[in-house]
C-alpha cells in the first residue's frame, strides 16, 4: 500500500488515516516539504509555522478522521495562501468538536414554539432565503441564564460542540420585529456555516472580515441595529423580569419537595 492511501475503514467511526499516510498525503498535495505533528490540544486545532524551509504543521487528531476533500482542501490552501483554515477546513473542525472534549455532551430538550414566535418557521425562512435550504443544526429557545450584563444583552449563541443555536427568550414577544429576531437566527446560521479561522497565534476568530461582511448583506441590517439601540434599555429590563420569575419558580419548586 502507498503511504498516502487512505486505511480501510474496519467500522463506521475508525480513522482514515494513520499519522505517516496523513503527512505524505498533505505534503504531496501541498507540493511542498511537509512535518506533520498530532495532538491533543483542547484549545489550538490547527496551526502551522515554517522553519528552514519546511512547514510545521500541528494538526488534532481529529484530522485523521477527515475525509480526502477535507485533507486536500487543507493543503490547496496552505499551497495558495499560506493559511490552513479555508471553509471545509473550519466546517470539518466544527462538526468534530465532539473528539476535543473529554466529558460527553448531550442534546438538551429543543424547544421552537414560543408565545410570540415560532423558532422552527423562522430558521426554514432564512435557511431558504440565505442557504439554500443547506443547513441542518438544531435550534431552540434557550433560558436566557447569565445572558445580560451592563450595557448589552447576547440575544443568540452557538454551541458548536453540539452544534446547536440557541435564542435569548426575550425575543420571544410581540413588541419585538420578526427581522430583528430573523437577524439574529441569521448571524448564529452563519457561525455554523463560517466556523472559525486560527489565527497566527493559534486563537480561533469567529467575526472575521468575511463574518461581518456576509452578516451585512441581511436586509434592513442598519434597521436591525437602529432598533436594538433605541430598545436595549427595554430588553434588558425585560430580560432581568425573566430572571427573577425563573429563581422564582425555582424556590417555589424547592418548597414544594421539602
Do not use: C
Not at 450584563?149 to 443555536?165: E, K, M, N, Q, W
Amino acid at each position: 500500500m502507498g503511504a498516502a492511501r487512505q486505511l480501510e475503514i474496519a467500522f463506521d467511526d475508525a480513522p482514515r488515516w494513520d499519522a505517516p499516510s496523513l503527512e505524505a498525503a498533505l505534503a504531496h498535495a501541498a507540493g511542498k516539504p511537509l512535518r506533520l505533528v498530532l495532538t491533543d490540544n483542547r484549545s489550538v486545532l490547527l496551526s502551522f509555522r515554517r522553519e528552514a524551509g519546511v512547514l510545521q504543521l500541528r494538526l488534532h487528531q481529529m484530522f485523521l478522521h477527515a475525509p480526502g476533500a477535507v485533507v486536500t482542501a487543507l493543503a490547496r490552501n496552505l499551497r495558495r495562501r499560506g493559511r490552513a483554515a479555508g471553509g471545509e477546513v473550519r466546517r470539518f473542525m466544527n462538526v468534530n468538536l465532539h473528539r476535543v472534549r473529554r466529558s460527553p455532551r448531550t442534546m438538551p430538550p429543543l424547544v421552537t414554539a414560543g408565545r410570540a414566535y415560532d423558532l422552527e418557521a423562522v430558521y426554514a425562512d432564512i435557511n431558504h432565503v440565505f442557504f439554500g435550504d443547506s443547513l441542518e443544526v438544531p435550534i431552540t429557545w434557550g433560558r436566557g441564564v447569565g445572558r445580560a450584563r451592563r450595557g448589552g444583552l447576547t440575544f443568540g449563541s452557538y454551541d458548536p460542540v453540539l452544534a446547536l443555536i440557541r435564542i435569548h427568550p426575550v425575543l420571544d414577544r410581540a413588541e419585538v420585529p420578526r427581522y430583528f429576531l430573523e437577524s439574529v437566527v441569521h448571524h448564529e446560521m452563519l457561525h455554523h456555516h463560517m466556523g472559525g479561522v486560527p489565527d497566527r497565534a493559534g486563537r480561533t476568530v469567529y467575526h472575521t472580515r468575511a463574518f461581518r461582511e456576509a452578516e451585512a448583506r441581511f436586509p434592513r441590517h442598519q434597521d436591525v441595529l437602529a432598533w436594538e439601540k433605541e430598545n436595549l434599555a427595554f430588553l434588558l429590563r425585560a430580560s432581568q423580569a425573566l430572571d427573577r420569575a425563573r429563581k422564582a419558580e425555582r424556590r417555589s419548586r424547592k418548597r414544594q419537595r421539602a
